[in-house]
């Protein structure tokens, strides 16, 4: 249960871990595509865990289920949703964290492939690591590879994601860099 528990904190709290520089401004969907956590493949478990909480959504009234999905940045097809203000899709430069506290020590570009190296220490938690984006059209994929340090231990993740853009509207979605404000 720590290792979905971890698992699940990092999809939600670490969304958009890097970019490439085709990053636009507007409402974006990210799907996690496999995550491997402390050498275990979470990904089915995180997947049945998200169709146990649509599930059960299922059973609220409409109103209220749109207003939770919303709330959480919910897809009705399961992935989640983020908003990318137009100063984050000019800043051109990864995302390591969905606040902004942590910058990429490392950033190369080679035409539609963005790979990058960060090393921070945010609330405690010291994240190391590296990955890759690739960027084609409307989709970017990102592969990344990390360590995590906290007070709880050392745990290791490998996650591969694929983000597609919906459109500029956010759809009352508030932007990821003023989440934390």
């Not at 592969?143 to 509207?169: F, V």
Request: hydrophobic fraction near 35%.
């Amino acid at each position: 249960m720590k290792k979905l528990a971890f698992a699940v904190f990092i999809t939600l709290g670490g969304i958009g871990f890097a970019q490439a520089s085709d990053l636009k401004a507007g409402l974006w969907e990210i799907n996690q595509t496999s995550q491997i956590v402390d050498g275990k493949n979470m990904t089915a478990e995180m997947s049945q865990a998200q169709a146990m909480m649509q599930q059960q959504m299922k059973n609220l009234p409409p109103a209220q289920r749109a207003k939770i999905q919303s709330m959480m940045g919910q897809a009705p097809g399961g992935g989640t949703k983020i908003c990318i203000s137009p100063a984050m899709a000019a800043k051109d430069a990864p995302m390591v964290d969905r606040e902004g506290h942590c910058e990429p020590a490392k950033v190369t570009r080679n035409g539609n492939k963005t790979s990058f190296e960060f090393n921070c220490t945010t609330n405690g938690r010291t994240s190391v690591g590296k990955g890759e984006s690739i960027a084609s059209g409307d989709m970017i994929t990102t592969r990344m590879d990390m360590t995590e340090t906290d007070s709880r231990g050392k745990h290791t993740m490998h996650s591969e994601s694929q983000m597609k853009y919906l459109g500029a509207d956010c759809q009352g979605i508030i932007p990821a860099d003023r989440m934390s404000r």
